[in-house]
């Protein structure tokens, strides 16, 4: 079973808010990856990762950075958030490319 | 064109009908196929991979490959209210793109 971890799962938060959205695997998996999906919509590739100190961005542009020090660890931050930010974040995992592993999601209101 | 394209549905069929999700893409080079299902609400969940023409199965889902046509393929049989979701088609083209899916209703 994927052990995949974000937290926080819900966050209301103001404009102009600086945030960190967390992601963590146990598996021990080089590439890690952030999308974002609106409801009823598409899955949008914002940030990737194939191993430490190695991060690219996407194809939907985003006002996020990410990093990765540890190999387990992949957070992504918004400097200062805004309404436009508003979406579900998922962060999934993988060994072999394509078969990738889902956390649960974090869904961001930004007021 | 999109890269990876899938009809959004909604798909419509009886419990106990075979459900037959389609989809295209148009990188001829991509080299392996993924179907995830997403559950309303839920995060994607990988359910079938292919590597190869041909079919491949695993219990009630079969994947169908066809390289020549550009053309992959998910048959569900037996379908069940359970199976009601969301199923999204993803080709590795050095990166995996995904399609916007295609919205199945098993009816009971």
């Known amino acids: 079973e994927a052990d995949i971890y974000q937290t926080p799962r819900y966050l209301v938060i103001g404009t102009g808010k600086k945030i960190t959205l967390e992601c963590s695997q146990t598996?021990?998996?080089?590439?890690m990856y952030w999308y974002q999906q609106d409801p009823g919509m598409e899955l949008h590739l914002i940030h990737y990762s194939y191993g430490v100190n190695s991060t690219e961005k996407g194809d939907l542009s985003s006002e996020s950075t990410v990093s990765r020090i540890r190999t387990e660890h992949f957070p992504l931050t918004l400097e200062s958030a805004r309404p436009s930010h508003t979406s579900q974040y998922l962060c999934a995992s993988s060994e072999v490319e394509g078969e990738q592993y889902f956390g649960p999601g974090t869904r961001l209101t930004v007021t | 064109q999109k890269e990876v394209e899938q009809n959004s549905g909604p798909l419509s069929v009886p419990e106990g009908a075979i459900a037959s999700l389609n989809c295209t893409y148009s990188?001829?080079?991509?080299?392996?196929f993924f179907w995830y299902r997403q559950y309303s609400g839920k995060s994607p969940e990988l359910i079938m991979s292919?590597?190869?023409?041909g079919d491949k199965e695993d219990g009630r889902f079969t994947a169908q490959l066809n390289k020549a046509s550009q053309y992959v393929s998910l048959l569900i049989r037996d379908s069940q209210p359970s199976d009601s979701a969301t199923y999204l088609c993803?080709?590795?083209?050095?990166?995996?793109?995904f399609g916007q899916g295609t919205t199945l209703q098993v009816k009971p």
């Open positions: 990188d001829r080079g991509s080299q392996s």
């Open positions: 598996m021990g998996h080089d590439k």
């Open positions: 292919i590597y190869s023409n």
């Open positions: 993803a080709a590795n083209t050095g990166k995996l793109i």
